[in-house]
T-cell receptor, first 116, second 113 residues
Framework: NAGVTQTPKFRVLKTGQSMTLLCAQD?????MYWYRQDPGMGLRLIHY???????AKGEVPDGYNVSRLKKQNFLLGLESAAPSQTSVYFC???????????????FGQGTRLTVV | AQSVTQPDIHITVSEGASLELRCNYS??????LFWYVQSPGQGLQLLLK??????LVQGIKGFEAEFKRSQSSFNLRKPSVHWSDAAEYFC???????????FGTGTRLLVSP
């Protein structure tokens, strides 16, 4: 199994450009998450989804949009990139809490995004 | 609201010494608790998790953690630290009520010779 796959792994954007980060999981997980990681701030939740066709805001949703048209994919979009969005982005997926006793969140390898 | 606090930003431990990393969470019902480790430039690896039952859980690489409901804590321990344990450690909490997975700000472990 591939687990959780993020594309791309690296990207440099100019201010104002747009892009989409793709997260794909092959474990039939209900929940999917997008985080950003910045030094000293841990992982902050941007948006999450509890099932196909659903999305919800996390702690830091401004400047991002998401879509989950298929259960296995969760897309994170930046419509007009800003330098403040320079970060490492992680996607994760899991079964729903309480759905399976032995669940955990599986993470992708991250996308390093630089906005200049 | 659901939250996780890791009060120690950095900890330095001598190789061979014992380690305890602190984690406190804020949530009323029984949480799902996790410890993850991240080596520089890498993704996150699960060390251990707690859902229910025995409050002392064993993980990989010789780590263990104890869930203390009365203190809302889930501290990570290791009896003897190795140089390869130097990394950043994150505590996280999930719950059926909030559906999210929320992380603490992390503790960076440095291991001195």
């Amino acid at each position: 199994n591939a687990g959780v796959t993020q594309t791309p792994k690296f990207r440099v954007l100019k201010t104002g450009q747009s892009m989409t980060l793709l997260c794909a999981q092959d474990m039939n997980h209900e929940y999917m998450y997008w985080y950003r990681q910045d030094p000293g701030m841990g992982l902050r939740l941007i948006h999450y989804s509890v099932g196909e066709g659903t999305t919800a805001k996390g702690e830091v949703p401004d400047g991002y949009n998401v879509s989950r048209l298929k259960k296995q994919n969760f897309l994170l979009g930046l419509e007009s990139a800003a330098p403040s969005q320079t970060s490492v982005y992680f996607c994760a997926s899991s079964y729903r809490w309480g759905g399976q006793e032995n669940t955990e969140a599986f993470f992708g390898q991250g996308t390093r995004l630089t906005v200049v | 609201a659901q939250s996780v606090t890791q009060p120690d930003i950095h900890i330095t431990v001598s190789e061979g010494a014992s380690l305890e990393l602190r984690c406190n969470y804020s949530y009323g019902a029984t949480p799902y608790l996790f410890w993850y480790v991240q080596s520089p430039g890498q993704g996150l690896q699960l060390l251990l998790k707690y859902f229910s039952g025995d409050t002392l859980v064993q993980g990989i690489k010789g780590f263990e953690a104890e869930f203390k409901r009365s203190q809302s804590s889930f501290n990570l321990r290791k009896p003897s630290v190795h140089w390869s344990d130097a990394a950043e450690y994150f505590c996280a909490v999930g719950s059926t009520g909030f559906q999210k997975l929320v992380f603490g700000t992390g503790t960076r472990l440095l291991v001195s010779p």
